[in-house]
Structure formats: C-alpha cells, structure tokens
C-alpha cells in the first residue's frame, strides 16, 4: 500500500500538478481503494471526529479571529497602550473622573499605584494623554484602589492590614 501510494504521489508531481492538489487526489484515491465505507461517509465521519474536539475546532477559529483582527487594524488600537511606565508603577485602580469638586480635573485619569505607592493623574486630550501628574507620593502606602464617590470626592483604599480608606478634597 505505501509503495503504490508513494508511486502515484511520484506520477502525480511529475506531471507538475501542485503538492496540495496531488495530496488531495492521494487522499480520495486511496480512501476508496481501502476503506470499508464509502466516501461520502467516510469524510462525514473524519469531520465529525474533528469537530468533537475542541482543540481541532477552537484553534483555527483563534488564527482566523486573529487575522481578521490584524487586517482590519482593530488590533493596533487594541493592543496599543494609552501610557507605557518604565519602569511599571503596578497600576491597581483606576477611575475616570466626572465629579463636581474638582473642575480642573475633570475628565482627568486617575491611576493608584501598588509599586511606587502614589496617585497618577493623567490629563487626557481626547483619547491621548497630555500630561501626567504624581501625587501623594508614598504618603498612604501601596494604592489598591481608586473611586469617584457620588459626592464628587476621589476615595483612595490601601491594601496594608490596617489599611486605609482616604478621601481627596480640594485644598482652600
């Protein structure tokens, strides 16, 4: 059976007909020389067999997401980072802020930061950011989380033991 099959394969590229193309008639010619069931049965059964595993079904389904997100370009603004820290601040909480009590920083980002245990405010323009500034500084330690409350102040909560829970108000 491997002989012939190696010899038609041989025949096959010799005559200049393309590798898949002579795979392919390989494949039919010999599923019908050889197999107990017809062909028609036979491929429902192979493709059957393959879609009832996951990973034969889901992997080519990840590279086709994939390409179609590469070539449409969502991909780029997927994966593009709004701001890059080098060395990482281990960003935690983030809030966008909407709030009444500070005006100026309205519309501001505001990030806690595990690592360097201090407050980034991002000042954004759009969907770029124009400038970052540091506050509270490790004052408060480690940052775990950042929320506007509905009361327009901007709450801090620390991950220590005895953490702390602050509130950001406007200075007088």
Not at 32 to 43: I, K, N, W
Not at 76 to 96: C, D, H, K, Q
Not at 119 to 139: A, P
Not at 147 to 156: Q, S
Request: charged letters at 20%.
């Amino acid at each position: 059976m491997v002989g012939s099959a190696l010899a038609i394969l041989m025949v096959l590229l010799a005559l200049a007909v393309p590798v898949a193309a002579a795979l392919g008639f390989l494949g039919i010619a010999l599923s019908e020389l050889y197999s107990r069931l017809p062909l028609t049965l036979a491929m429902g059964e192979v493709a059957w067999a393959t879609s009832n595993n996951f990973l034969l079904v889901a992997i080519p389904f990840f590279v086709l997401l994939g390409e179609i997100l590469l070539r449409s370009g969502i991909a780029e603004r997927m994966y593009n980072a709004l701001v890059l820290w080098v060395p990482s601040i281990a960003p935690s909480g983030m809030t966008f802020y909407t709030g009444e009590r500070f005006p100026k920083w309205r519309g501001n980002l505001f990030v806690g930061s595990l690592k360097f245990q201090l407050l980034s405010r991002l000042e954004l323009d759009g969907e770029k950011i124009v400038k970052e500034e540091r506050l509270i500084q490790g004052e408060l330690g480690r940052i775990r989380d950042v929320r506007t409350g509905p009361d327009g102040y901007i709450y801090l909560l620390t991950d220590a033991p005895d953490g702390v829970l602050a509130r950001i108000e406007p200075a007088n």
